[in-house]
C-alpha cells in the first residue's frame, strides 16, 4: 500500500512538471501582421511568376505545333535543325523555370525566417508565464489537441502586441 502511495504522488508530480502545450506554427506565422504582409507579397511574386511561365509555356506549345505542321515541308537537315531548336528553348524554359523556383524559395525563406524566430520567443515567452514544460508545433503527427493547450491564439496576440 505504501508503494502505492509513493507512485500515485511521484506520478502526479511528474504530471505537474510535464506541462504540455501545443502551438500551430504556420497559423500564428499567418495570424500575425507582418507574416499576413509576407504571404500576401509571396502570393503576388508566385502568381506572377506562374503568369510569366504559363505564357512562356503556351508560346513553346504553339511553336511545336507550328514545326509539327511544317514538318513534311522540311528537308531532313532543316527539319533536324528546327527540332534541335525547339528542344534547346524547351531546355532553357525549364532551367529557367527551376531558377525562378530557387528564387521563390530563397526569397520566403528571407522574409518568414526572421517573423518565425521572433514567434519562437514569444512562444518561449508565454510558454514559461504559464509554466509550460514543453511547447510542441501542430503537425502532421498530432491529429486533435485539446483547446486548453493550445497556445497559438495567445502566441500570435503576444507578438502583434511587441512587434508592431
Same mark, same amino acid.
Do not use: G, P, S
Given at each position: 500500500m505504501k508503494l502505492f502511495l509513493i507512485v500515485l504522488v511521484a506520478f502526479f508530480s511528474f504530471q505537474s512538471f510535464s506541462k504540455t502545450a501545443y502551438v500551430h506554427l504556420m497559423k500564428?506565422? %499567418? /495570424? $500575425?501582421k507582418q507574416g499576413r504582409k509576407v504571404k500576401t507579397r !509571396?502570393?503576388?511574386t508566385a502568381n506572377k511568376a506562374k503568369a510569366e511561365f504559363k505564357s512562356k509555356e503556351l508560346r513553346l506549345q504553339k511553336e511545336e505545333e507550328s514545326l509539327k505542321k511544317e514538318m513534311a515541308l522540311l528537308t531532313e537537315q532543316a527539319r533536324a535543325q528546327k527540332i534541335s531548336q525547339l528542344q534547346q528553348k524547351i531546355v532553357?524554359?525549364?532551367? %529557367? #523555370?527551376? /531558377?525562378?523556383? $530557387? %528564387? !521563390?524559395? /530563397? !526569397?520566403q525563406n528571407k522574409l518568414m525566417n526572421p517573423i518565425l524566430e521572433r514567434l519562437k520567443k514569444v512562444i518561449a %515567452?508565454? #510558454?514559461?508565464?504559464q509554466s509550460y514544460a514543453m511547447v510542441k508545433n501542430v503537425g502532421t503527427e498530432v491529429l486533435w489537441v485539446s483547446p486548453e493547450l493550445d497556445l497559438t491564439t495567445q502566441v500570435y496576440k503576444a507578438y502583434n502586441k511587441r512587434y508592431k
Open positions: 500564428a506565422f %499567418e /495570424n $500575425t !509571396l502570393e503576388k532553357n524554359f525549364q532551367k %529557367e #523555370a527551376k /531558377n525562378k523556383d $530557387t %528564387e !521563390l524559395q /530563397n !526569397l %515567452e508565454v #510558454a514559461k508565464k
